[in-house]
């Protein structure tokens, strides 16, 4: 296998607290990182740094893990450009816009939908994304929720069955039967295709005791669970997600006190998505409160063609610093490790000897130039599994 060296990297965030500066981001100033095949071997000062076939001079960049984006709706089609333009105007985001969506991607062919969720993919993974969890949910029958699961399983391997997303419009009468549908013949067809079971658990979607049944029956199958809690009222989902030992709790906007403390003593990360506040011009999710209770926090786009229409990390990173509380270290920590613990792996979102080598290099002498230049395309290098990709 040949090594390659990247060298005199100006900073060099690790995640490993054990190395630097003993910090959470372990940062490492003057760093260089050795790549063999698909893996990190060697991370330290560049002056250290062991012979290699090839080096790659960095030349006073920053280097950072690729982001680790752990929520996103990528298998649609259609777009919802009217609905933005209402909300600008002062309409209230609801959860029927999800049915427009629904409509259109029934229609669409599975290749149009292919091509979708590659073009996202691209365009998240030039902006620094290396691992994209994505979910089924705009499907709404066996068939169309299975095919959902297929395709995005030729293109991540974080792949979520969300066929609980809303009572689908063929059972408008009949919640209850609906349910029994995501739980029964769904789940049967849609199971062997995804890793997670999530639920949107809201007013307008599923209640507390839908939302414990669904993903106690995808458990019984075998899928982990995570949930879309609290993102539009206080509710029951983040209590649930933290019960069941839920891999995340993903919006968190609307929290009581004891929510907080749950998230703090469990071991259920807190997903926020501020892509979706923006994009629906709502309260802020505080990272700030859940940081202080001892929760671990992951930031995620949510990107989808309702509520978060972004694929940008970096952009998330920005609002997170500027409106939710969180320092630039912090924000880059949940991005990349966060979304790693909300996925539960342990193979990405850091920069150290086993893991995988998913890297980018920033044209910037350091990670907080992305919070300190929002908007600013920095991503000058992306490495994933090894393989220079941008
Ligand atoms: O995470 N909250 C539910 N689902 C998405 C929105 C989907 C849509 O509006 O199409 C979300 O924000
Ligand atoms: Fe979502």
């Keep these: 296998m040949t090594t390659t060296a990247v060298t005199h990297i100006a900073s060099l965030v690790t995640n490993d607290p054990s190395l630097g500066n003993g910090t959470p981001l372990g940062l490492i100033q003057d760093a260089a990182v050795v790549i063999d095949g698909d893996r990190i071997v060697w991370t330290g000062e560049s002056s250290k740094a062991p012979a290699t076939d090839n080096v790659l001079d960095a030349a006073g960049r920053a280097m950072i893990p690729g982001f680790v984006d752990s929520h996103s709706h990528l298998v649609f089609a259609g777009d919802r450009t009217q609905e933005f333009n209402a909300r600008m105007s002062g309409q209230p985001y609801t959860a029927g816009g999800i049915r427009t969506t629904v409509a259109a991607t029934r229609e669409a062919s599975d290749e149009q939908l292919s091509a979708n969720v590659a073009h996202y993919l691209a365009e998240a993974l030039r902006q620094g994304t290396t691992t994209l969890e994505t979910k089924s949910g705009y499907g709404l029958t066996v068939e169309d929720e299975a095919r959902a699961l297929r395709i995005a399983s030729r293109h991540t391997d974080e792949v979520t069955y969300l ?31 995804a890793r997670w079971i999530d639920v949107f658990c809201e007013r307008g979607a599923f209640d507390g005791d839908q939302a414990r049944a669904i993903l106690t029956a995808g458990r019984a199958k075998g899928l982990h669970p995570r949930i879309h809690a609290n993102q539009l009222t206080y509710g029951p989902g983040v209590q649930l997600a933290v019960e069941l030992d839920a891999a995340s709790a993903d919006h968190c906007t609307h929290l009581t006190d004891a929510d907080v403390d749950a998230l703090g003593q469990g071991d259920t990360v807190a997903t926020l998505l501020p892509g979706a506040e923006f994009s629906t011009r709502a309260t802020w999710p505080d990272a700030r409160r859940l940081l202080d209770a001892g929760a671990t926090v992951a930031l995620s786009t949510d990107c989808n063609p309702g509520s978060s229409f972004t694929s940008s990390m970096p952009f998330c990173i920005a609002l997170a610093v500027r409106d939710m509380g969180m320092t630039p270290d912090e924000a880059l920590w949940s991005a990349t490790a ?32 992305l919070a300190y230049r929002p908007g600013v395309p920095l991503v000058s290098a992306v490495w994933r599994g090894g393989q220079r990709v941008e």
């Design 338 to 369: 966060g979304g790693a613990a909300a996925l539960r792996r342990t193979d990405i979102g850091r920069i150290t000897p086993g893991a995988r080598a998913d890297l980018v290099l920033l044209d910037a002498p350091s990670h907080v130039h």
């Design 163 to 193: 066929g609980a997303h809303v009572v689908s419009p063929d059972y408008a009468d009949d919640p209850a039967g609906y349910v029994d549908l995501v739980t029964g013949p769904m789940l049967d067809a849609c199971a062997p295709h």
